[in-house]
């Protein structure tokens, strides 16, 4: 599958205050450092601009790091959602009709995040689970290069939570597409076509994203409301 690719973010002189999901995916990257030395390295690579476009796909993303003279390529991953919680994290979302605006206007609601914990979904990794390989001859995993791009990727989610669900295997289209799918009822008649709408680079999709997702909560939270399972529809 296509990943997405972020543009090179510019350098900066500190990771700046963060949201709560951003600095849980940066404690998480915390646990993943076998020290503090190579944890200080990674940071400054990081914070000097130092990691090129990053490729977000399912379950993983790769950059190239470049220091002093010399370029590494870098690849890390997480774990994907298997069907099962794939399904249930679609579902909670469309609980509640507010969810989904949250996530496109880069919002990652912690009530959100509680309900997918409690159906026993990890969407939010821990140390443990976040994987790497470098093209350096360094022999610790996660290496500074990969954990520069890791904390560049704690930035990228701070800004765009979307950005974690496609690590997830969740890309936004899917997302999208999952809500407007599972809060359809069958017997409806497939609706006229929608001018689509752009998600930015290399997110347009064939529907109306706002629109189509605040319909498809608002429906599902009617339905939960009749206490209509979701398996029904």
Do not use: N
């Not at 999901?21 to 020290?35: D, I, P, Q």
């Not at 765009?160 to 496609?166: A, Y």
């Not at 339905?223 to 398996?231: H, S, V």
């Amino acid at each position: 599958m296509t990943g997405t690719t972020h543009p090179r973010l510019p350098a900066r002189r500190g990771g700046g205050s963060g949201t709560w999901w951003s600095k849980a995916v940066l404690r998480a990257v915390e646990e993943a450092a076998f020290g503090e030395k190579d944890l200080r390295a990674g940071r400054a690579l990081a914070r000097a601009g130092a990691v090129g476009s990053i490729t977000v796909s399912d379950g993983g993303a790769v950059a190239a790091v470049t220091q002093g003279h010399d370029a590494y390529t870098v690849e890390v991953t997480v774990p994907v959602l298997d069907d099962s919680d794939a399904a249930a994290f679609t579902e909670l979302v469309a609980a509640e009709s507010g969810r989904i605006g949250a996530l496109l206007a880069g919002q990652l609601p912690h009530a959100l995040v509680e309900a997918v914990e409690e159906a026993g979904v990890e969407l939010l990794p821990y140390g443990g689970e976040l994987g790497s390989a470098c093209s350096c001859d360094g022999w610790l995993d996660p290496c500074p290069h990969a954990l520069a791009v890791l904390t560049q990727l704690a930035w990228l989610i701070q800004a765009d939570p979307f950005v974690l669900t496609h690590l997830r295997g969740l890309s936004r289209d899917r997302v999208l597409r999952d809500l407007h799918r599972i809060t359809t009822p069958r017997e409806e008649p497939h609706p006229g076509p929608r001018s689509p709408r752009s998600l930015g680079p290399g997110h347009d999709v064939e529907v109306d994203d706002l629109g189509v997702a605040e319909d498809a909560a608002v429906r599902a939270a009617r339905l939960l409301e009749q206490d209509r399972p979701f398996d029904a529809w």
